[in-house]
């Protein structure tokens, strides 16, 4: 059985004076049966880490190389030394504004793994992808370049983002969501074989909130959910941790 995940993802959001949400937040995953996880700047992993200790703290981001000269860069061991289990990699905000290739996502999970980290791979389709009937050939390619051969259900979770849905309160019908998921699952199975493959968690995200959360959570192969604006409010997340669970 997949543990359900309710994954935060706060992007450039979030001063300490927002701890009191994660308070509340706090008291929702004490009393859930997913695992509640907040991805913060790095700003904040250590406060909530200390303020929140039913929540796992993850980053959005890790540098591929170990130390040195990469001004304004934060290593995967100094996540992880911050408090930090998870680090999302590959989102499509960092893969636009960043450059980040399937190679470079894939040097990245490398390094998480060498550090401890727990990584959260995000694969998704552009609209113009899905409209060109690409959409699978497009995840498949991300599947295939960006997660390293090590993968395990404990290492890794992957992460369902239609570009064309975050932040732009669209979502995928449920059955073309269903039809993603099985697809990667699929690609899990025959890849890393049946055992690894059912144990890795895949995630839905693009638009997630507390009105979609209850059908989208049923389709087959969700084990939950990646949420960007609505995990910055406790209103907001606490019914989705709640639905999830
Ligand atoms: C995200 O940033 O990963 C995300 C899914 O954002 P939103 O929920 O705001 O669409």
Redesign the pocket.
């Known amino acids: 059985m997949r543990r359900k995940m309710a994954a935060g ?1 706060w ?1 450039m959001n979030g001063l300490s004076a927002n701890l009191a949400e994660v308070a509340a937040m706090n008291d929702a995953a004490k009393e859930s049966d997913c695992d509640v996880l907040l991805c913060v700047p790095a700003t904040l992993i250590s406060a909530i880490d200390d303020a929140a200790p039913d929540v796992v703290t993850g980053a959005q981001d890790c540098h591929q190389n170990v130390s040195g000269a990469h001004t304004g860069e934060i290593s995967a061991e100094m996540i992880c030394d911050a408090g930090a289990e998870y680090v999302i990699l590959g ?1 499509s ?1 960092r893969r636009a504004d960043n450059g980040e290739t399937d190679k470079c996502v894939h040097e990245k999970t490398n390094a998480a793994w060498a550090a401890g980290l727990k990584a959260i791979v ?1 694969v998704g389709e552009t609209l113009d992808q899905r409209k060109s009937q690409n959409t699978l050939d497009i995840i498949g390619g991300q599947l295939a370049t960006s997660i390293p051969d090590l993968a395990t259900g404990e290492n890794l979770v992957v ?1 369902y ?1 239609p570009v064309w ?4 309160g669209l979502t995928p019908t449920t059955d073309q969501i269903g039809e993603v998921h099985d697809f990667i699952r699929m690609r899990l199975e025959r890849r890393f074989g049946e055992g690894v493959g059912r144990s890795v968690r895949i995630l839905y ?4 909130n507390p009105k979609n959360v209850s059908e989208i959570a049923v389709v087959s192969n969700v084990d939950g959910g ?6 910055l409010r406790a209103t907001d997340f606490i019914p989705i941790i709640k639905t999830l669970s």
């Open positions: 993802n992007k989102h905000e995000c992460a983002e849905a975050i932040g732009t995200g693009g638009s997630m990646l949420v960007g604006g609505a995990s």
